[in-house]
């Protein structure tokens, strides 16, 4: 269906799954905004998504997701360009090596992953009220399978623990926050659902072991696969009011038994609250 009239913020829009959302939503006639680190990658990215679609409404915003500073940046000028959000797609992501720090002192995983998508919608949590009906997509990833909250080293500081946990802890994170944020949202006309997008063939992986980037190739999809379920929720009408619920391949699914435990949600609400300052 048609998205003429609809704004949409999709983070992460030079590369990947990001991308391919963006074009799809551009070919939906939606005005989409790209939140994007690089100047350079992001013009090119914009000039080809309006080559592709014929879509002239597509704008770039710079922000680095991993600066808190920049996220209030990028919040403060769109709002002085555009006063409805309709679709906010947290598509944005890293899986880095344990170690690596934001300019605000946090593991980089848990600060890109987790505290920025939560920060951003936060800061945009007005505009997509007032222009409700609207939608929250936070891209999450299966990885969140295979993690265990532990609140006492949310940072990651166990040199005991592996890529996969470090990042699955962030995107667990992020599901538990999604969810407590859909049920204080419930009644005011914004949504909010995550999706695990499937194996795509991203820069995602970049600091895996080359075995495993190795190993895993054959089994990776097109980034416009990933996309697919991110732009279905975005713009179709079955999933209107639907709000609170785990996505892959455009159907809902249930997510590990710790994204339902809302003490923790609320307890990690409080958490990142203070960690984002808000």
Not at 92 to 103: E, P, R, W, Y
Not at 116 to 130: C, D, Q, V
Not at 153 to 180: C, F, H, P
Request: net charge positive.
């Amino acid at each position: 269906m048609s998205m003429e009239g609809k704004i949409c913020i999709v983070t992460g829009a030079n590369s990947g799954i990001g991308k391919a959302t963006a074009i799809g939503l551009a070919n939906l006639s939606a005005t989409v905004v790209m939140l994007c680190r690089s100047k350079e990658t992001g013009e090119e990215a914009k000039k080809e998504i309006i080559e592709l679609t014929g879509n002239n409404n597509v704008d770039l915003i710079l922000c680095d997701l991993s600066s808190q500073k920049e996220i209030r940046n990028f919040v403060a000028e769109f709002q002085k360009k555009y006063k409805n959000l309709h679709v906010l797609i947290n598509n944005a992501g890293v899986m880095k090596k344990q170690g690596a720090i934001s300019i605000d002192g946090y593991e980089m995983n848990f600060a890109v992953n987790h505290l920025a998508p939560f920060l951003l919608t936060n800061l945009l949590l007005e505009i997509l009220k007032l222009s409700a009906p609207s939608r929250i997509i936070n891209v999450s990833s299966a990885a969140h399978r295979m993690a265990k909250l532990n609140f006492d080293d949310l940072q990651s500081k166990n040199k005991k623990m592996r890529l996969m946990s470090i990042y699955g802890n962030s995107k667990l994170a992020l599901m538990l926050v999604s969810y407590e944020l859909s049920r204080r949202l419930e009644g005011t006309g914004v949504t909010v659902n995550t999706v695990h997008p499937g194996m795509i063939d991203t820069n995602l992986g970049r600091d895996m072991s080359k075995f495993s980037q190795k190993f895993g190739k054959g089994l990776f999809k097109k980034p416009e696969v990933g996309a697919e379920t991110s732009i279905y929720l975005a713009s179709s009408p079955e999933v209107e009011g639907i709000t609170g619920k785990y996505y892959t391949k455009k159907e809902q699914k249930q997510s590990s038994k710790e994204c339902y435990d809302e003490e923790n949600a609320k307890k990690l609400w409080k958490i990142t609250e203070e960690m984002t300052r808000l």
